[in-house]
């Protein structure tokens, strides 16, 4: 089991910066993998960054690249995610989630078992 709890969310202007957070407890919270998703009004929910626990390994969507960066706390308790650059576009409610049997970074939100509940980011252009 894994509870997630995400913070960090607000309204900010276009070229500003943000910083997500996402505190895991749990019996199994710091195994597998953490991933950001985001959820935009009348869109589908798409996956934005992933970083593996155990050795730091990350992955991106490609539209992030350069721009967000996920990061995690070495006592494996938070994952973080950095945005910078922000865009109007980027609005949307973000999403933590977590796929604690996984040793491998994916992308898919099929493969996350639990997710938290999620913080409003929002883009002033």
């Not at 199994?28 to 009348?42: E, L």
């Not at 949307?92 to 977590?98: L, P, S």
Request: hydrophobic share 40%.
């Amino acid at each position: 089991q894994v509870q997630l709890l995400e913070s960090g969310g607000g309204l900010v202007q276009a070229g500003g910066s943000l910083r997500l957070s996402c505190a895991a407890f749990g019996r199994t919270a710091g195994s597998g993998i953490v991933g950001w998703f985001r959820q935009a009004p009348g869109k589908e929910r798409t996956f934005v960054a992933a970083i593996e626990w155990r050795d730091g390994s990350t992955r991106y969507a490609d539209s992030m690249k350069g721009r967000f960066t996920i990061s995690r706390d070495n006592a494996r308790t938070a994952v973080y995610l950095q945005m910078n650059g922000l865009r109007p576009e980027d609005t949307a409610v973000y999403y933590c989630a977590a796929a604690p049997q996984f040793t491998i970074v994916v992308a898919a939100t099929i493969h996350y078992d639990y997710w938290g509940q999620g913080t409003q980011v929002t883009v002033s252009s």
